[in-house]
């Protein structure tokens, strides 16, 4: 059985960020899972309803996704417009595509408040991060999936077979 990761579209090349970029990691290792079918792109944001452009959007008050999930938490844009009902399902469309597809694996651009695993924007559009995830890559972490960030690349590596074997 060949691994399958879900990976952050914009990572990917796909210019789907909320300024209408993208983010390419430009990795060997991740072309070569490419080459090797394992990798499922998606943007959650564009899955969950938004459009390319969008305005930037940051979850509340220091706060992470698991706290969006349980109904503590929200996501705002910076026009203070409630962005939460489409992140949360985004999440649940990245949740469906994971499990659909058999990822056992994520890697997600990190900072993003959808796909951060590590670090994430604390609410104030003040360019502030802190430590916590959003809400994409809380939600596959609860269903069991393991999350990397896209700086963590090299570790997700030692988890997966060689790709020339
Ligand atoms: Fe990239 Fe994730 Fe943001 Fe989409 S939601 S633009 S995949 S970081």
């Not at 499990?99 to 104030?124: R, T």
């Amino acid at each position: 059985n060949s691994p399958r990761i879900l990976v952050s579209a914009c990572l990917l090349g796909q210019p789907v960020r909320y300024d209408g970029s993208a983010k390419p990691l430009g990795h060997t290792l991740l072309q070569l899972w490419q080459q090797k079918g394992w990798v499922v792109p998606l943007c959650p944001e564009m899955a969950g309803g938004l459009p390319t452009p969008r305005p930037p959007a940051e979850i509340t008050h220091a706060l992470s996704g698991r706290d969006v999930l349980a109904g503590t938490a929200t996501v705002q844009d910076i026009t203070g417009a409630d962005m939460t009902a489409p992140f949360i399902a985004g999440a649940h469309a990245a949740l469906a595509l994971a499990q659909q597809q058999g990822c056992q694996f994520a890697l997600l651009i990190d900072g993003s408040p959808s796909c951060g695993s590590q670090m994430i924007y604390d609410g104030s559009f003040n360019g502030q991060k802190h430590t916590g995830e959003g809400v994409t890559a809380a939600l596959l972490r609860q269903h069991g999936l393991d999350v990397f960030a896209h700086t963590e690349i090299e570790q997700l590596a030692k988890r997966l077979p060689h790709p020339a074997t």
